[in-house]
């Protein structure tokens, strides 16, 4: 309480003054000071805020509706032969459904009938048992490559710990000869102060 009250008898009216007097000042100058960022931004070439601007879309032509997804072409409008691709689109369309016409499935008989006019079983019988040949000769590579990198690695880690430890030892080595030195000097020391002690 003390403390308080020393406080309120130092405070001085000139120092009240000077800082409500600094306060106001801030604030007038805030508050009336010439807008900065909240100001209008300017108009390129002095223009007024409502005149009509370019638009660059209206410099592509755009394609009239033509029935497809959205009632537009599905072509690029830019494309230099939509002839083409419409008559390819064509040709797939035929494909597919010539495929389905030739080859559709209904009953187990009929998979017979088309497995039968397709490759001879004994073609298939050849072309599976290359396809397993070549795949065991793929594993047997990779086997035999990943034996090899595992003893290239198996040999490098033998190396480099042998090396380690060699450098280890040599470390310890030297550690304890310099124990052994700076013992015996702390040894020597103790001697000499004892000396001194003494006379």
């Given at each position: 309480m003390k403390k308080a009250?020393?406080?309120?008898?130092?405070?001085?009216?000139?120092?009240?003054l000077t800082v409500l007097l600094v306060g106001i000042f801030l604030f007038t100058?805030?508050?009336?000071?010439?807008?900065?960022?909240?100001?209008?931004?300017?108009?390129?070439?002095?223009?007024?805020?409502?005149?009509?601007?370019?638009?660059?879309?209206?410099?592509?032509?755009?394609?009239?509706?033509?029935?497809?997804?959205?009632?537009?072409?599905?072509?690029?409008?830019?494309?230099r032969d939509e002839?083409?691709?419409?008559?390819?689109?064509?040709?797939?369309?035929?494909?597919?459904?010539?495929?389905?016409?030739?080859?559709?499935?209904?009953?187990?008989?009929?998979?017979?009938?088309?497995?039968?006019?397709?490759?001879?079983?004994?073609?298939?019988?050849?072309?599976?048992?290359?396809d397993i040949g070549s795949s065991a000769d793929e594993v047997r590579e990779g086997l035999v490559k990943g034996t090899q990198r595992g003893f290239e690695n198996l040999k490098g880690n033998t190396q480099n710990a042998t090396e380690d430890l060699t450098k280890n030892v040599q470390r310890g080595a030297e550690d304890t000869g310099k124990n052994v030195q700076r013992t015996a000097e702390d040894a020597g020391n103790a001697v000499k102060r004892t000396v001194k002690d003494v006379d």
């Open positions: 009250m020393n406080w309120l008898k130092n405070i001085r009216p000139l120092k009240v100058v805030q508050a009336c000071g010439t807008p900065g960022v909240a100001s209008q931004p300017p108009q390129p070439g002095s223009q007024a805020p409502n005149t009509e601007r370019y638009d660059p879309t209206k410099d592509y032509p755009l394609s009239s509706p033509a029935g497809g997804i959205n009632n537009f072409s599905d072509v690029d409008p830019r494309a002839k083409a691709a419409n008559d390819k689109a064509e040709a797939l369309v035929k494909n597919a459904q010539k495929n389905i016409e030739q080859k559709g499935i209904d009953s187990r008989e009929q998979y017979g009938r088309n497995f039968q006019q397709g490759t001879p079983l004994g073609e298939r019988v050849k072309k599976f048992g290359e």
